[in-house]
């Protein structure tokens, strides 16, 4: 009897240097990684995402490579590449003749849906495969809360520290607190100097050249000769070790803050590596915790440990979750039927805005800003403003290297748009200038005044936060977290409602000119 001979994909985000696949290699299986057009242009990418997630799949493939596995790797300008994930399947079972096709489970719905149909169309036997890389099953989250209104994160959150015995001393939770948020919500202040962002130095020269001259349409900067994001493994690992001495001691202290100073601040900026596999969780969670662990008198606080295992153990986990147990409808939710295009300054940072500039102007020359400058700068004012949430989704899709549909759509339709009428969040994400004020040093020095409400260079983000209010009483009166400010907006004098619905007014008309 013939020995079956296997052909297995694995797709740009599915960089697992730790998969069981890769134990041994055998002569009668090949891997088969793709550049496709199908992925570079399904939503315009920044160029850095690009590069990125290609410089990336080039090292795995090596790696593969010098442990003996065979790797059949389809660069995008290869004259035999077909640009389709099909196509390049059925090319290669005819040429080489395969006997077997597996993949692993894709994390984007389109992609598992795509290769659900592919298997059944090829000439050969197809099996899917776990990723091992999260810490729940796709529909675990939907369990959870099977029979209840609402998926709420905190309650998901104690379970999987107990599920993985995260934290928990005694059955307990460590510290007498099973959250810190509370701690975790403080401006940067100055009184600890801010580490210089870790960055390489990697070449990708040949990449970003192989994407302009096939013509891929992108947008951002780039320095190909010294690109920042780590493409491997070793690389990742070190960008850990920086924030676990440099960073997390002060991180869950200024997790929520912005500064003109720094465009990293004490994050971590591991999310990239995360999302392509490179690391898996537990290696980023068992390091932190370990910090907090010290005998030594360097020990972190836990509130520190708390802030950064809660986003990675709870909050990825969970929008993971989310997006499983309510795609493909979730990408067509907007509950506020917003209509409003998207302005032109989300491309350019030409705004006086001077923290949409400033949150706009990093994201395009790093593919990178923090959760608080994703949630409540850029899609505050999306969300205030009106934006369709399919172009928001488009927008944030393609400008940060780390956005994957499973996790971008939930946090951005989700979260910051509340475009899902509340399944992820309890009340809308919004804020007048006073939060911004509060959390940075944006507006000092912005030609925009964050004081003033209407007139002549009052902050756009004032007379947008009363308007959004007014305009969707009927959706949110009775979301009891809105009642203080629908309750502030009743007792204001008619006059003044009147001239702050007429600013927005104003505003919205020349909206890509703010």
């Not at 997390?248 to 999310?271: A, C, K, N, V």
């Not at 339709?413 to 940075?440: E, H, L």
Request: charge should be positive; glycine fraction near 6%.
């Amino acid at each position: 009897m013939a020995t079956q001979k296997t052909l297995r994909l694995i797709l740009g985000d599915q960089l697992n240097y730790r998969h069981s696949w890769f134990n041994q290699s055998r002569k009668n299986i090949v891997y088969t990684m793709m550049e496709v057009r199908q992925e570079t242009d399904y939503v315009k990418h920044h160029i850095q995402k690009v590069a990125g997630f290609f410089a990336a799949m080039r090292s795995f493939s090596g790696a593969l490579s010098e442990k003996g596995h065979r790797v059949i790797y389809f660069h995008l300008d290869d004259p035999e590449n077909e640009q389709s994930i099909e196509e390049n399947l059925q090319q290669l079972i005819r040429k080489e003749k395969f006997t077997r096709f597996e993949y692993l489970l894709p994390d984007e719905y389109r992609l598992d849906r795509q290769l659900e149909k592919i298997a059944s169309r090829l000439p050969v036997p197809a099996a899917a495969f776990d990723t091992e890389h999260f810490l729940t099953e796709r529909d675990e989250v939907r369990k959870l809360f099977d029979g209840k209104k609402r998926y709420l994160m905190e309650s998901f959150y104690r379970h999987m520290r107990k599920k993985h015995d995260i934290l928990i001393e005694d059955g307990k939770p460590a510290g007498g607190k099973w959250n810190y948020d509370q701690s975790n919500r403080n401006r940067y202040d100055g009184a600890v100097p801010l580490p210089a962002a870790k960055v390489f130095k990697n070449d990708v020269s040949d990449i970003a050249e192989m994407i302009d001259a096939n013509g891929v349409k992108t947008f951002g900067d780039i320095e190909p000769k010294r690109f920042i994001w780590p493409v491997n493994r070793r690389q990742a690992l070190s960008q850990l070790g920086e924030f676990n001495r440099k960073r997390l001691p002060h991180f869950g202290t200024y997790q929520d803050s912005m500064t003109e100073d720094s465009w990293s601040i004490f994050h971590s900026r591991l999310s990239f590596a995360l999302n392509t596999k490179m690391l898996h969780p537990m290696e980023v969670i068992r390091p932190a915790i370990g910090q907090s662990q010290k005998k030594t008198g360097q020990a972190i606080g836990i509130e520190q440990i708390e802030g950064f295992v809660r986003q990675i153990l709870g909050w990825r986990e969970y929008m993971r979750g989310i997006y499983w147990a309510h795609m493909p409808g979730y990408e067509t939710l907007n509950h506020f039927d917003h209509r409003a295009a998207l302005p032109d300054y989300y491309w350019t940072a030409d705004t006086r805005m001077n923290c949409m500039r400033a949150a706009i102007a990093q994201s395009l020359k790093h593919a990178y800003a923090h959760h608080i400058q994703r949630l409540m700068v850029t899609g505050n004012f999306a969300l205030l403003a009106g934006v369709h949430p399919d172009e928001v989704d488009a927008w944030y899709l393609g400008i940060y290297i780390d956005a994957i549909q499973w996790v971008e759509i939930v946090n951005t339709r989700g979260m910051s748009q509340f475009a899902d009428g509340g399944i992820v969040a309890t009340k809308p994400y919004i804020s007048s200038a006073n939060y911004i004020r509060k959390m940075s040093d944006h507006c000092d020095g912005c030609w925009y005044a964050a004081g003033k409400n209407t007139g002549d260079r009052s902050c756009p983000f004032n007379s947008f936060y009363w308007d959004f209010l007014n305009r969707n009483r009927r959706k949110l009166a009775n979301n009891f977290r809105m009642a203080m400010m629908y309750r502030t907006w009743d007792r204001m004098k008619e006059d003044k409602r009147r001239q702050l619905l007429k600013q927005a007014k104003q505003y919205r008309a020349k909206l890509n000119s703010l």
